[in-house]
């Protein structure tokens, strides 16, 4: 493998098409303002460098970067690549991750809007992240202790599983299929609208009109905080260890179990799903069930 080490690079695919490099300590900056420096390249190694121009690495095929840094001026970063193993690394440009397979994440800052669109196999572990649109129309997600702030998060995601998590999010989850979420705070309006096949196991749901207009939707043991209006025209099976401010209009052969609930709305034909005050915790609070 060839070592570049302690060079600057402002021109146009300044390393185009190279194989099998390791690239230290360099900077891809300057008044040249050169696209593209590591297109069409394979297997290559970038450690402790600095990226301010766009697109740097499209259509490459096996690439690691550690402990690196990724400006919000180089946009696009990361597009149609695939085995990617990304340390510690910054990456502050929008669209940084974008149709592409084979992620692995770790330690990683993200700030980028309309972050992994169309990403295939993506791990993520131990990293904090601020987008809109994150992870749109992406699948075999798996993120364990992930922090994410932002709007409008895993709409249309399949097969994806997420661990030990915190997501601060409006409108997430929307049309996804075949997801779990355990072990995991999301807080956000509009939880998982449309949604298809998806499960909360030991969660804290915070925020109003969650989980609406679902099939196949589970939760194991969750916390619903500031829940209003939830469930409506949804089918579920639900156990919720603590009150929730209304529900409305569940689906017939639904199940949900909880501990009070403030009021129970059912002004459509189709709302006949079950809703069950558990007895003890009802009497205990002078509630009937």
């Known amino acids: 493998m060839r070592t570049i080490q302690n060079q600057t690079f402002d021109a146009e695919r300044a390393l185009y098409g190279s194989s099998d490099i390791l690239v230290k300590d360099c900077s891809f900056d300057g008044p040249a303002d050169g696209e593209s420096a590591f297109k069409e390249c394979q297997n290559v190694q970038v450690e402790h460098s600095f990226f301010n121009l766009r697109y740097p690495f499209w259509h490459d095929h096996g690439l690691t970067s550690r402990d690196s840094e990724m400006t919000e001026l180089c946009r696009a970063a990361l ?3 695939d085995h990617i193993t990304l340390e510690c690394t910054k990456l502050h440009g929008i669209k940084a991750l974008r149709e592409c397979a084979d992620v692995k994440m770790t330690g990683c800052d993200v700030i980028s809007p309309e972050f992994g669109w ?6 993520m572990e131990d990293c ?7 992870m749109m129309r992406s699948y075999g997600l798996h993120f364990t202790n992930v922090r994410m702030k932002g709007k409008y998060s895993f709409q249309y995601i399949e097969d994806s599983v997420f661990d030990n998590c915190t997501f601060d999010t409006k409108d997430a989850f929307w049309h996804a299929k075949n997801v779990i979420v355990r072990n995991s705070v999301v807080k956000g309006e509009y939880l998982a609208w449309y949604c298809e096949n998806v499960t909360f196991e030991n969660c804290r749901i915070i925020g109003t009109q969650p989980l609406c207009y679902c099939r196949g939707l589970k939760l194991i043991n969750c916390e619903m905080i500031d829940c209003d209006l939830a469930f409506e025209r949804s ?3 639900a156990d919720i260890t603590t009150p929730v401010i ?9 199940r949900i179990i ?5 009021e129970i709305i059912r002004d459509i034909e189709e709302g006949t799903g079950t809703v069950e005050v558990r007895k003890q915790e009802a009497e205990n609070a002078g509630v009937c069930a």
């Open 79 to 81: 597009w149609y690549s």
């Open 118 to 123: 169309s990403v295939h196999h993506i791990e």
């Open 128 to 134: 904090d992240a601020e987008s809109e649109y994150f």
């Open 235 to 237: 089918e579920v099976e």
């Open 246 to 254: 209304s529900i409305k209009n569940p689906l017939p052969d639904s």
């Open 258 to 262: 909880v501990p009070s609930v403030g």
